[in-house]
Every structure is written in structure tokens, then in C-alpha cells.
């Protein structure tokens, strides 16, 4: 399957806790470390034993039982309680303001569709996160980069139905007691559509949200979802679109929401540099978009150690998606690291 690989590539497989304890195996040289260095951290482990948290858990139980597994299976294999990674989890619904931040792009050209996106987080992070290709018992399977100690899913994904996903962060004031944000992105990844990842997002109650890019191999849509506690607003890419780490959409001005000052400087380029590219925008176009460094405010591409919300890019994706598969092309610092096409694959179909 690959062509090209310098950034480590992990093969899971199995039932949920056995998938969960060997992503957590994965994680586990540096997730001490990790999280004794995380601003977030000390903010979010004053939750335990909240009322709240529990709402969270028995949700994620209601709706998504194995993935509650998943993530348990995970706790296990870092030594690490249920509980405390539990919380780690839904960090983006105890405190709001977690330091993951990404900016994606989406491009229609011809009959050709790109995702394209950067994940910006922790800047301890850099070097230290991986890819895994994930086999579930019974389920197709998907290739995601993986954070130490949090679900995959909530990065960039491509599953093996062809359905790609690109998350970014939204720093939503009000969460509720439903389905913490990373369990419904991991959720998708076992999606076999569009249409069956729009009902993941919209069906059960969410607790605070993340914008999901969207598309499918055969599928000519490019979905951009914001998928939030008050609402789950769909928007078709006709042309091309961008998004920072705040609420966009046509009617998103009633839920209230932290908006940074690199958020707002990142849209506002995007939305500035998208319509001048030629037609029709190629892959080289859209990268070079990701590997902005703006003239005056903030810049795209993030690797200032002092970045006010303490995120740098640690990888940037560009998805290709055809008819019957997805190319896949992870950059670090410019340069390309990995190289692959993830072909679909009937239901019953393993992994090959």
C-alpha cells in the first residue's frame, strides 16, 4: 500500500480494547511527558469527579459503547485510569480553549476533488505523533494520524470506504451533556458514506463541536460540517472553501464561541488567497496555501515557539479523492513523508 514512507506508520487491529491497549502501548514513551509539560492538562483533571463529566461518559456509553471501550482499552495500555483519560478526551468540552488548533482547505477542479489540511497542536507534539492504520473486527479499517492518549479521528483520516475527514478545533463556551466531540469524529471514521457520516453528526446529542471536512471516493460532494452543540450546519463545496478554528456558517452568530486572534487571521487569509489562485487550483496551489507565512497578523503555517495559542504545524495532508480510492500525501516541514493510495474495499473485505 505505501509508496513513500519516512513518518512512522502502525499497524492496529482487532476488537475495541484490544485496538485501544495497543494505541496506548503506541503513546506511552511519551505521554508522561507529555502531559506533565501540557498547559491544558491541570485545567482539565480539576473535573474530576464532576456530575458533567459522568453526563459526558454515560452519552458516549448510549451511542458509541465500543468506543468507550476503545478508549478504555487505551487508559490500559498507558497505565494510565479510565477516569483521567476519559477527561483527556474531552478536553475540548471541560475547557474550551485546548490548544489544537488546523486549518483545512477543500477544492473542486474539474472532476478532481482535494482535501487539503494543517494540523497544528502542541508543539511538544513535533516528531512525536505517528500514523496508524486501524482494522476493526468486522469494519473496513482506516489510516489516521494519531495524537499519544487521544482517539483518532479528531486529526485527518481516510477510511476504506474512501470517506476522508479533516477536523478542525472549535472553541465552543457552552458544551451540554451529549457525545463528547472526539468520540463522534472517531465514530465517522467507521462511516461507509457521506450520508452515514452526516447521520453519526447529526443524529446523536453533541457536546460542543468540531468543523468536519468531508468527502467520499465516488461521491462528487465535498461536505463542509459544523458540527456543534446547538446545531449541525452542512455547507457543499462548489468551488473551494477554507476554515480556521471558529464557527463560520450562516447562523453560527447565536452559539457562543471563543474566537483567537490566529484563528481569525488564519480565515481571513485563506478566504484572501483562495479566489486568486488559477483555475483550475492544483495540489501544489493548495500546499502552498498551508505553507503560507502572511505578511502582517498571523500566518497559516505555524512554527513560531512563542504562537499565542501555543500550537505549531506539525503535519500537513493533501487528500486526492477518486472514484474507487484516496490519495494520501502527509508533508512535514515541506518535505513529503509519507505517500500512499488507500483503495475501497467491500464490507466484508479485510485489510490487505
Known amino acids: 500500500m505505501v509508496s513513500k514512507q519516512d513518518l512512522s506508520l502502525v499497524q492496529v487491529g482487532g476488537e475495541p480494547y484490544d485496538i485501544g491497549y495497543r494505541l496506548g502501548e503506541i503513546a506511552r514513551p511519551v505521554f508522561t511527558e507529555y502531559m506533565e509539560q501540557s498547559s ?27 468506543l468507550l471501550v476503545e478508549l478504555d482499552g487505551m487508559a490500559a495500555g498507558l497505565g494510565w485510569s479510565a477516569e483521567d483519560l476519559f477527561l483527556w478526551n474531552c478536553r475540548g468540552e471541560l475547557i474550551h480553549n485546548a490548544p489544537d488548533g488546523c486549518t483545512t482547505l477543500a477544492a473542486v477542479a474539474g472532476h478532481a476533488r482535494f482535501i487539503a489540511h494543517n494540523e497544528d497542536g502542541d508543539p511538544f507534539l513535533r516528531e512525536r505523533c505517528s500514523l496508524v492504520e486501524v482494522q476493526p473486527a468486522g469494519k473496513r479499517g482506516f489510516v489516521s494520524f494519531y495524537y499519544p492518549g487521544s482517539l483518532p479521528g479528531h486529526t485527518f483520516a481516510a477510511n476504506r470506504a474512501g470517506l476522508v475527514q479533516a ?75 477554507g476554515h480556521a478554528n471558529h464557527l463560520i456558517h450562516p447562523g453560527c452568530e447565536a452559539e457562543a464561541q471563543i474566537v483567537t486572534d490566529s484563528s481569525r487571521d488564519r480565515q481571513a487569509r485563506v478566504e484572501h488567497l483562495l479566489p486568486r489562485l488559477a483555475s483550475p487550483i492544483t495540489p501544489a496551489a493548495l500546499l502552498e496555501v498551508l505553507q503560507d507565512r502572511a505578511p502582517a497578523g498571523l500566518p497559516i503555517y505555524r512554527d513560531d515557539p512563542l504562537d499565542p495559542d501555543d500550537e505549531n504545524t506539525l503535519a500537513t495532508v493533501l487528500f486526492e479523492i477518486g472514484n474507487a480510492d484516496v490519495s494520501m500525501k502527509v508533508y512535514r516541514q515541506g518535505q513529503c513523508a509519507f505517500d500512499t493510495v488507500i483503495a475501497c474495499v467491500p464490507p466484508a473485505q479485510p485489510c490487505v
Open 40 to 66: 491544558a492538562w491541570p485545567a482539565v483533571r480539576r473535573w474530576h469527579g464532576d456530575p458533567f463529566v459522568q453526563q459526558l461518559r454515560g452519552a458516549a456509553q448510549a451511542h458509541f459503547p465500543a
Open 167 to 241: 477536523i478542525n478545533n472549535l472553541r465552543i463556551r457552552v458544551p451540554t451533556a451529549g457525545v463528547p466531540r472526539m468520540i463522534l469524529s472517531r465514530a465517522v471514521l467507521d462511516a461507509a458514506s457521506l450520508d452515514e457520516a452526516l447521520h453519526i453528526l447529526r443524529d446523536p446529542p453533541a457536546a460542543s463541536g468540531f468543523h468536519h471536512m468531508l468527502g467520499c471516493a465516488g461521491d462528487e460532494r465535498l461536505l463542509s460540517v459544523e458540527a456543534s452543540a446547538q446545531r449541525c450546519s452542512v455547507q457543499t463545496v462548489s468551488a473551494f472553501a
